[in-house]
C-alpha cells in the first residue's frame, strides 16, 4: 500500500524558510510525477505548486518560481520543497501527491480523487 507522509510545516514569518519533506512508502513506479500541491483556508481550492516529473523536468506556478525548488532524494525515497522568500499568500495546507496519469503542466490540476495524496502539513507565514 502506497502512503505519503508529509513534514516540515510551522509557522514563519515573511521573507523567511521552510524545507517540506514527504516520505514515499509501498511500491510508486518509475514512470510517476510527484508533486506539491496547497489548499488555503477553507472555501479555497487545491492548487498545484510544483512538478517533479520522471525524467526530471520541474513545473511551477508562477507565483512561487525562483522562490521554491522541488527535489528528490532516491536513497530515501523522500521528496522535498525548499521553500525561501516565504510570503502571506504562501499560507495554506501542502500536501503532496503521486500520479501516473499526468505530468508536467497537467499535473498542476491533478484532481483529489487520482494518484496518491498524503494528508497534508500547515504552513502560516505571517507579515
Known amino acids: 500500500q502506497v502512503q505519503l507522509v508529509e513534514s516540515g510545516g510551522g509557522s514563519v514569518q515573511a521573507g523567511g524558510s521552510l524545507r517540506l519533506s514527504c516520505v514515499v512508502s509501498?511500491?510508486?513506479?518509475?514512470?510517476?510525477?510527484l508533486g506539491w500541491y496547497r489548499q488555503a483556508p477553507a472555501g479555497k481550492w487545491r492548487e498545484g505548486v510544483a512538478i517533479l516529473d520522471s525524467d526530471g523536468t520541474t513545473t511551477y506556478i508562477h507565483s512561487v518560481k525562483g522562490r521554491f525548488a522541488i527535489s528528490q532524494d532516491n536513497a530515501k525515497n523522500t521528496l522535498y520543497l525548499q521553500m525561501n522568500s516565504l510570503k502571506p499568500e504562501d499560507t495554506a495546507t501542502y500536501y503532496c501527491a503521486a500520479n501516473s496519469i499526468v505530468a508536467g503542466q497537467a499535473a498542476l490540476s491533478l484532481e483529489p480523487d487520482f494518484g496518491y495524496w498524503g494528508q497534508g502539513t500547515q504552513v502560516t507565514v505571517s507579515s
Open positions: 509501498g511500491y510508486i513506479d518509475s514512470t510517476y510525477s
